[in-house]
């Protein structure tokens, strides 16, 4: 394992949090520690997700969402959290086809089943949605795993301000078959099978799951001067909770008739631009 200089001095602001997370992401590197002291308020996070957003080299293509523990929402008082997606990242794949995706060697590294929702068409910038709305911007929804990965090992000990602040702790999202007729469905279940072996199960609903999901990154964006495109995919949250995975195994998640989606964690190379 590597260790990345980034993680060796103390950071005094969130543009030095950012810089550092994003030098160790570039170079497939790892952080022994947080990179500074880690943001006390939603609007620092999202302050330091916006600037590492603005260095990294690849285009935005979508969003994951993940909801705030009880533990930390006196802290951090919304509901859920956004991090970016990046296009290089999302990887389409066919029911039983096996995805590889990075993860950081010696940092933090997980997969979740999830619902994905890929957007029709641009919605307009609004600070209000109902789950009615914004379902008329759901162009497909899929099957599919969210890659959580990070530097930092610890980064989901340490709550959603270190989450937001690292691009929501996402290094990946697999869009898996679509779902046939999803609006006449309620609920959705799923397995997560790591190596063979059954380590979760859940259902996820359609409606305050996924919708919900939707309506606050679209929330969210508006309310950070970010808009949704047509064909961006939004990574809607945990079905079956967050699954430890390392470099080498391999993660099978079952949805039932609607297919399963299969992905090997590979390690995290150095971005090509820093080769």
Not at 101 to 118: D, M
Not at 139 to 147: F, P, R
Not at 185 to 213: C, K, P, S
């Amino acid at each position: 394992m590597s260790v990345s200089d980034a993680g060796r001095q103390p950071a005094t602001n969130v543009a030095e949090i950012a810089e550092r997370f994003v030098h160790a992401r570039l170079h497939g590197q790892a952080l022994r520690e947080y990179p500074g002291t880690v943001p006390a308020t939603l609007a620092e996070a999202y302050q330091c997700q916006e600037l590492a957003i603005s260095r990294w080299p690849e285009r935005l293509a979508g969003w994951k969402v993940a909801r705030v523990p009880e533990a930390f929402k006196a802290r951090y008082p919304e509901e859920r959290l956004i991090g970016p997606a990046f296009a290089n990242n999302i990887h389409a794949a066919l029911s039983g086809e096996v995805i590889e995706c990075p993860v950081f060697e010696g940092g933090f590294a997980a997969v979740e089943a999830e619902l994905v929702i890929r957007i029709a068409v641009d919605p307009p910038q609004r600070a209000e949605w109902t789950l009615d709305e914004v379902a008329d911007y759901v162009g497909s929804l899929h099957i599919g795993v969210e890659v959580a990965s990070s530097p930092l090992a610890t980064l989901n000990d340490l709550g959603p301000g270190a989450v937001i602040s690292d691009f929501g702790n996402n290094w990946g999202v697999i869009v898996g078959p679509e779902i046939e007729n999803w609006r006449s469905l309620e609920e959705i279940g799923a397995q997560t099978f790591v190596d063979g072996e059954l380590v979760g199960h859940g259902v996820a609903f359609t409606r305050q799951g996924a919708l919900g999901a939707l309506a606050f990154t679209l929330m969210k964006c508006a309310e950070r001067g970010r808009q949704l495109r047509a064909g961006d995919v939004i990574s809607t949250g945990m079905i079956t909770g967050v699954h430890d995975i390392r470099i080498g195994q391999t993660s099978r998640h079952a949805f039932g008739e609607h297919g399963e989606v299969l992905c090997r964690a590979i390690k995290a190379q150095p971005h090509p631009s820093v080769r």
